[in-house]
C-alpha cells in the first residue's frame, strides 16, 4: 500500500474512532476489509489515539477563532493526523506530511477545507521548528 492510500485509510479510521467512538483496532478492520494491515496505516492511526492530548494541546494552540471541537470532524482527523507525522514520523519530511494533509481536506473536507487545514498545519510546522 502506497502511503497516500494509507493516509486515506488512517483518516477514515480516525474519524471512526472520534466520531463513532469504536476501538481503533475495528476502525482498522473497517476501513481495510480482508487485507493486512499496512504497517504505515497502523503506526499512524495508533500514534494519533497514543499521542492525542499532545496532538490536541499543540493543535489548540495554533488554531485561530477556532475551538478544537469547532473544527469540522473530517478537518480534525486531517489535522490530527498531520500533526502526529509531523511531530513523530521522522523520515517523513514535515512538507510532504503538510502537503498530504491539504490534499485530503480538498478530496474529503468542503471548499474551505484544504486553506484552513494548509493555515493551521503551517502554524504547527513553524512551532515544532522553535
Known amino acids: 500500500m ?39 496505516l497502523r503506526r499512524l492511526v495508533m500514534g494519533v489515539v497514543e499521542h492525542r492530548e499532545e496532538i490536541d494541546e499543540l493543535l ?11 473544527v469540522a470532524n473530517v478537518d480534525r482527523a486531517i489535522l490530527r493526523m498531520a500533526t502526529y507525522e509531523m511531530k513523530y514520523v521522522d523520515e517523513v519530511p514535515v512538507s510532504v506530511s503538510l502537503d498530504e494533509a491539504v490534499e485530503l481536506a480538498k478530496k ?12 493551521v498545519l503551517s502554524k504547527v510546522k513553524a512551532a515544532l521548528q522553535t
Open 108 to 119: 474529503f473536507g468542503d471548499g474551505k477545507s484544504g486553506s484552513f487545514v494548509n493555515g
Open 60 to 70: 489548540r494552540a495554533n488554531l485561530e477563532k477556532w475551538t478544537l471541537e469547532r
Open 2 to 40: 502506497k502511503r497516500h492510500e494509507a493516509r486515506e485509510k488512517a483518516l477514515q479510521a480516525l474519524f471512526q474512532i472520534d466520531v463513532g467512538r469504536i476501538a481503533p483496532e475495528e476502525a482498522l478492520a473497517n476501513v481495510i476489509g480482508e487485507e493486512e494491515v499496512d504497517p504505515f
